[in-house]
């Protein structure tokens, strides 16, 4: 059974910083692709970074792109979203997700395979 398991949410004032987790289980952590969305109230999910199976490659939205940093450990099954210089317009709920095209980054929901339950991040002003 696939489960991907978020952590590291939480209240932070603008400018600072959190780190968010993301644990796979039930699946061959280095044959994904994975990736971050988020969804704030009222808006559509929107994706945030997405990384390759070997951690080579990454990619950005522009909203987050010098702020955010996309990791991973391919030892522990763990991604990680390094968020630094929070702003309040990225209070969301984030979640991880896992994607078969192991070597490509994809960007669109549709291309992503398992998702996790997500993870509240707020920013206050």
């Known amino acids: 059974q696939v489960q991907l398991v978020e952590s590291g949410g939480g209240l932070v004032q603008a400018g600072g910083s959190l780190r968010l987790s993301c644990r796979a289980s039930g699946v061959t952590f280095i044959s994904y692709a994975l990736c971050w969305f988020r969804q704030a109230p009222g808006k559509a999910r929107e994706f945030v970074s997405t990384i390759t199976w070997s951690g080579g490659n990454t990619k950005y939205a522009d909203s987050t792109k010098g702020r955010f940093i996309i990791s991973r450990d391919n030892a522990k099954n763990t991604m990680y979203l390094q968020m630094n210089s929070l702003k309040p317009e990225d209070t969301a709920v984030y979640y991880c997700?896992?994607?078969?095209?192991?070597?490509?980054?994809?960007?669109?929901?549709?291309?992503?395979?398992?998702w996790g339950q997500g993870t509240q991040v707020t920013v206050s002003s």
């Open positions: 997700a896992a994607s078969k095209l192991a070597g490509y980054w994809p960007t669109v929901q549709r291309d992503y395979d398992y």
